[in-house]
């Protein structure tokens, strides 16, 4: 019996998804509940898995193209078995192979082996995909080796730059490439293009001496992972100062729908991260009630969900307040740009040694400079003033945050 599969229920608010790469070809046994198809729309990656056991026998849209909610993308033939006679994808004769084998590598094998998702992204990264093994059938050469790729291409940081297997432009050359955005990006460039349209966003600024912060790390880190598994970062002393502060200015949890401001009697913040198909902000739910081990560990599993590219909607939605650590990259100072519907973000910078006075005396502290951008029709600039002073007091002094003080 056939059995129909089709893209799935598409989140609210999306309309049309792009499939991304197939995992399966034509004549290939599947397995109930067997990935078959990722599926990118412009917030997350869906997977389509198999519902039945059998063996593919159409597929009927090709990687790259544009479907809708509940069409149709291929046909199973359920109980089916792979057999020599099934219809396979790409089959070769046995001269055919051999001649390939045979032939030195070329631009033109290399392209046959590279589906249109995969394409795309050799090129966004700029690397010669004759240096990528396929691991897919026939040779072909799936997302999931071109990420091992760069992977493995990052970790060899000390192989010299005539090893490398990433291309560099001659000296003259003057190549233009043309990559289409993904939905992820083209979503995100809208959405914070109309953030700078529709609010009157202003950024003010403040230093924190972080010496109280790294002592009381270097303290207890080694207790601390042994106790809960997890390592004592920044990010949670940082999230858990600003959930006092947001509690002692409710306007900058707050939001504007139409005439009215929407206060939030909750803190669900959005912790800004990088993945390869760009910037993603999942939400830790109820954060004044995590204690920091719930803290480090619920930001570690969505860095790795946002790797693996595994992040869900209902890991995406909502937010009252949004953290972003460009610090992890370098960043001595920004402006970042807020979130809607929300009202405000902090941004973390890299920590720096810096000369100090303190008690009369030139000092060096390890120093960070923070920068909240706010939206300036619902919060004053003394509320940004005074929420900022209180992240500094409550990191400078982490007994506060105990305290509540």
């Excluded at 009202?343 to 060096?364: D, F, K, T, W, Y």
């Amino acid at each position: 019996m056939s059995v129909e599969i089709k893209v799935p229920i598409l989140p609210e608010s999306v309309a049309e998804a792009t499939v991304a790469t197939w995992h399966k070809q034509v004549g290939d046994a599947v397995s109930i509940d067997e990935n078959l198809v990722d599926i990118e729309t412009e917030k997350v990656v869906l997977e389509v898995p198999s519902t039945v056991d059998g063996v593919i026998k159409e597929i009927k849209v090709e990687e790259g193209a544009t479907v809708g909610e509940q069409d149709i993308i291929a046909i199973i033939e359920e109980g089916a078995a792979s057999t020599p006679d099934a219809p396979k994808a790409e089959e070769k004769s046995d001269s055919a192979v051999q001649q390939e084998v045979a032939a030195p590598p070329s631009t033109t094998d290399d392209s046959d082996k590279l589906s249109p998702a995969v394409r795309k992204m050799v090129a966004e990264n700029n690397i010669d995909a004759s240096a990528i093994e396929g691991t897919g059938k026939n040779g072909r050469i799936l997302k999931e080796d071109v990420q091992a790729f760069i992977k493995k291409a990052e970790a060899q940081t000390s192989a010299s730059s005539s090893a490398s297997p990433m291309k560099t432009p001659q000296a003259g050359e003057r190549s233009e490439r043309r990559v289409p955005m993904t939905r992820l990006r083209a979503t995100i460039a809208r959405r914070l293009k109309e953030a700078q349209d529709t609010q009157a966003m202003l950024t003010t600024f403040n230093d924190v001496n972080l010496q109280a912060v790294m002592d009381i790390r270097k303290q207890y880190k080694d207790l601390f992972e042994k106790k809960h598994g997890t390592r004592l970062g920044f990010m949670s002393f940082f999230v858990k100062a600003a959930i006092e502060a947001l509690k002692r200015f409710p306007a900058v949890n707050a939001s504007i729908d139409g005439n009215d401001i929407v206060y939030h009697d909750y803190y669900d913040v959005g912790i800004a991260a990088s993945s390869p198909r760009g910037l993603v902000v999942p939400v830790l739910r109820d954060v004044d009630q995590m204690s920091f081990a719930d803290v480090e560990k619920s930001i570690g599993e969505y860095g790795q969900k946002a790797k693996d590219g595994k992040l869900i909607m209902e890991d995406l939605v909502g937010g009252t307040f949004t953290v972003s650590n460009g610090g992890v990259f370098g960043s001595m100072l920004s402006t970042p740009i807020v979130n809607p519907p929300q009202s405000a973000i902090l941004g973390m910078h890299r920590i720096e040694e810096r000369p100090v006075a303190e008690n009369g005396e030139v000092v060096i502290r390890p120093m960070m400079y923070l920068a909240l951008t706010y939206d300036h029709r619902i919060i004053d600039g003394k509320e940004s003033v005074l929420f900022l002073r209180t992240i500094k007091e409550c990191l400078e002094d982490p007994a506060r945050l105990l305290l509540e003080l």
